[in-house]
């Protein structure tokens, strides 16, 4: 398949897609940065196409820019879409916990405890970007319990600006610790069926990077649009 073909099935759109939100998200790109489709077609070794479709699917999400005329610029973090989507996130996981108390089977408790073996190995090591994809794994993983995956999608798409607020406080704050203890007792709360608990215990947990909010914004005031 030429390359012209290739970069039109659906695989090569979504990795140019994921690849660049990726980039956004982790601060590679960082917020104000301006960016085009032929440097970003360059970097992937693609052509502009899927590029340009990933801009603006991008856009769409609030993570792109993209001014006629001149240029397409990653937006800044903006933390009414913070709290936006925080706020959806806590009260969607604290149904869903609840859920998970009611419906959670032997092997299903295992794969969550699986998961937080692997957070404290790596909060041993410091591997913190790895701690973060367990992070995602670990709520991702009570959504699948209660076969609500689309659900889990659809908040995924909304929390990007969320998502950049907890990475960059990653950047100043590597002490995990805590996080990894609220999982930990979320679980304990899952394990022992016990819903208020574990509600309670995931309404605290998904204010945790908003306590910090002010203080990124003193640090990195180019980073955020207000």
């Not at 030429?2 to 690849?19: C, I, L």
Request: charge should be negative; charged fraction near 30%.
């Amino acid at each position: 398949m030429s390359r012209s073909k290739a970069e039109m099935t659906g695989s090569t759109r979504d990795f140019v897609y994921q690849r660049i939100k990726e980039q956004i998200i982790n601060l590679e790109l960082t917020p104000g940065t301006k960016i085009s489709e032929q440097e970003m077609a360059g970097k992937l070794e693609v052509s502009r196409t899927p590029v340009r479709e990933a801009f603006f699917k991008l856009a769409q999400e609030d993570l792109l820019v993209i001014i006629p005329q001149s240029g397409t610029i990653v937006s800044k973090i903006d933390l009414d879409l913070v709290e936006e989507g925080r706020f959806l996130r806590e009260h969607i996981e604290k149904a869903i916990v609840r859920e998970v108390c009611k419906k959670a089977n032997q092997d299903q408790l295992l794969r969550i405890e699986t998961n937080l073996t692997m957070q404290e190995f790596c909060l041993k090591k410091g591997t913190h970007q790895r701690l973060f994809e367990l992070d995602e794994e670990f709520h991702e993983l009570l959504f699948d319990i209660c076969q609500k995956k689309r659900t889990w999608k659809i908040i995924r798409q909304m929390n990007s600006h969320l998502d950049r607020l907890r990475m960059l406080r990653l950047a100043i704050n590597q002490d995990w610790t805590i996080v990894v203890e609220h999982h930990q007792k979320i679980f304990e709360a899952i394990s022992s069926r016990n819903e208020e608990l574990a509600e309670e215990t995931m309404a605290t947990h998904m204010s945790l990077v908003i306590v910090e909010k002010d203080q990124l914004r003193e640090r990195y005031p180019e980073f955020f649009s207000h």
